[in-house]
């Protein structure tokens, strides 16, 4: 592994040494979804190889991939039956071993999904335990007694439904905080977490970049197992605040640190939601147990919620506080990933644009409101091209357990089915694992075959080769953006520079400035379906990125047109 010569800097006292994912552009694949090579109508690793090229012209330099290992697909392969193993839907392991070497090849890493906080129903080890209740492999799983034949007590599962399944006709029960399918591994079994760090050591010498750790705030458990206060009709308890960041969880964390991922100096992302903020630099930077973790604070924002469509705004408020206050109390510790798309959230231009105010300006602005914030940028497969939601008119035409899930919530709280599929179309993850939109023939290219799940139709206007060489699309200004970030001149900046928020009192504008020693680079995101005039306090000495084709300047006034997004380096 390619690691770049060290250096010290010191931020607010505390050094960030300098490595060699600092200055990662990176971008998720749902391989499901990207690109079909045999015809089965399912993506696979030999498809993600034949767009190596179009990732390297982009800029990209880092790729996350969702999991890949044999698994019965009920979580999609979140739900792991042999860690070992590629899932033959997505080819072969020597397919992997040619994808890690042909990325290498264009300067990209490869990030695989490290998936253990469960594993599927299907995996050895839960069928050795369930064979055998007094076997070590029971020990390996979260298995307790039922009381009165009800489970072990009422949490309810993150998809839904009680977290316990009962084991036969046992009194025994065992924990799954996600489907039933996907069995809780026992993190306090000292033998199966070594087993688990050699895992992810085979998978690391075999020259991956790192992983994204899924779900990895779950791993301890609050081993009280009270029955707590129901807080819906169907008497179950969010177990949340007792499967999530636990105490004791740093434990387990700082170990699996320190038996794999420090050993290779690789680069992990957790995938960590509610740490509060005076934790955070315990899970990310130099000393944290990830290299970075995923901003999250954006996910539950949706302009189309009732609390958000008559004040669009507002949204663009609270939004910009939460961004700010994120880099805030990461300064100085490490480097978030910046997302605004991923495989478990709708499209981004559906969740934060008004419909009626979708347009090429809008959408590119959006693009580049946290793009240049201190961080990661991470870019969601078809993020690039403004892939759109795809609603359903009947729930069968959706394939994911949550979607399933929270239709039937609702249509137990007594719904009515129009405006329960309403919900869902405005709700569901799925819309964000169509098939990736590369041309205007069959599939939008994606597949010669059937596709596992429906092309949208919009694929005829939003495709990559129609945007390939269309210097005002989506894609050509994605481009852009990656080529500022990573220009020489001003990386040092976006790296380490500090986020100065900048125009507060001018609502609906997202404006901030890198700055590092005597270089000042300034953002501004004007939200509003309008323009605003404001005043600027340095001269400009370089427009960096500019949605519109001109910058109106009066004096020290810059007048920013509706959804305008300028970047520009300051005397
Ligand atoms: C993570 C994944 C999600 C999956 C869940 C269970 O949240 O991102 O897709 O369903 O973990 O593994
Ligand atoms: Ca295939």
Redesign the pocket.
């Given at each position: 592994m390619a690691v770049s010569q060290v250096y010290l800097r010191y931020a607010m006292g505390i050094k960030m040494n300098k490595k060699w994912w600092h200055n990662t552009i990176g971008y998720q694949i749902y391989p499901k979804s990207f690109q079909d090579s045999n015809g089965d109508g399912i993506g696979d690793i030999k498809g993600i190889i034949q767009h190596l090229d179009y990732f390297k012209e982009l800029g990209i330099n880092v790729i996350w991939i969702c999991p890949v290992y044999k698994s019965p697909m009920v979580?999609h392969g979140?739900d792991i039956s042999d860690y070992e193993q590629i899932d033959p839907s997505f080819g072969s392991n020597e397919d992997l071993d040619e994808l890690i070497l042909e990325a290498d090849k264009r300067g990209i890493k490869i990030l695989m999904d490290l998936?253990v906080n469960?594993t599927s129903d299907q995996h050895e080890w839960f069928q050795k335990a369930m064979e055998d209740l007094h076997s070590k492999y029971a020990d390996y799983y979260i298995i307790k007694e039922g009381s009165k034949g009800e489970p072990p007590n009422n949490w309810r599962s993150i998809f839904g439904g009680s977290a316990w399944e009962r084991i036969g006709n046992t009194n025994k029960y065992y924990l799954h905080i996600?489907t039933k399918e996907?069995p809780d591994l026992n993190w306090e079994n000292k033998e199966l977490r070594e087993l688990l760090y050699d895992m992810v050591n085979r998978w690391l010498e075999k020259g991956l970049g790192g992983f994204r750790i899924?779900?990895i705030s779950h791993i301890k458990k609050d081993f009280n197992y009270k029955n707590l206060p129901a807080d819906g009709k169907d008497g179950l308890a969010s177990g949340w605040d007792h499967f999530s960041n636990v105490e004791g969880i740093e434990i387990f964390l700082k170990e699996l640190k320190e038996k794999t991922f420090n050993v290779y100096e690789c680069f992990t992302i957790g995938?960590v939601n509610d740490v509060k903020p005076e934790e955070l630099k315990r899970y990310l930077g130099e000393d944290g147990y990830f290299s970075s973790i995923f901003d999250f604070c954006h996910t539950n924002h949706r302009v189309r919620d009732k609390k958000w469509v008559n004040n669009p705004i507002e949204m663009v408020n609270e939004l910009r506080s939460l961004l700010f206050s994120k880099q805030e109390y990461a300064n100085g510790y490490g480097l978030l990933c910046n997302i605004i798309e991923n495989?478990?959230l709708p499209r981004a231009i559906d969740r934060f644009i008004p419909e009626k105010y979708i347009n090429y300006y809008s959408k590119t602005m959006l693009g580049a409101i946290n793009f240049f914030l201190k961080g990661i940028p991470f870019i969601y497969q078809g993020q690039e091209i403004g892939m759109r939601d795809y609603p359903k008119k009947k729930i069968e035409e959706f394939k994911d357990p949550t979607t399933y899930n929270n239709y039937y919530e609702h249509v137990s709280r007594g719904d009515l089915e129009e405006n329960v599929m309403g919900k869902i179309n405005i709700e569901t993850r799925e819309h964000s694992r169509t098939p990736m939109q590369w041309t205007d023939n069959k599939n939008a290219g994606f597949s010669e075959g059937i596709p596992w799940f429906e092309v949208n139709p919009n694929f005829k206007e939003i495709n990559v080769r129609k945007q390939y060489n269309d210097s005002k699309s989506l894609l050509a200004f994605y481009k852009k953006m990656i080529a500022v970030r990573k220009r020489k001149d001003l990386e040092e900046t976006f790296i380490n520079g500090e986020t100065v928020p900048k125009y507060m009192e001018s609502s609906g504008v997202i404006a901030y400035e890198r700055v590092r020693d005597n270089q000042r680079i300034l953002v501004i995101n004007n939200c509003n379906n309008a323009s605003i005039t404001l005043e600027l306090q340095e001269d400009i000495k370089d427009v960096l990125l500019n949605n519109y084709d001109q910058i109106m300047l009066d004096q020290s006034d810059i007048k920013i047109m509706p959804f305008q997004v300028v970047v520009m380096e300051m005397q």
């Open positions: 979580d979140y998936v469960h996600f996907q899924d779900a995938e495989h478990d």
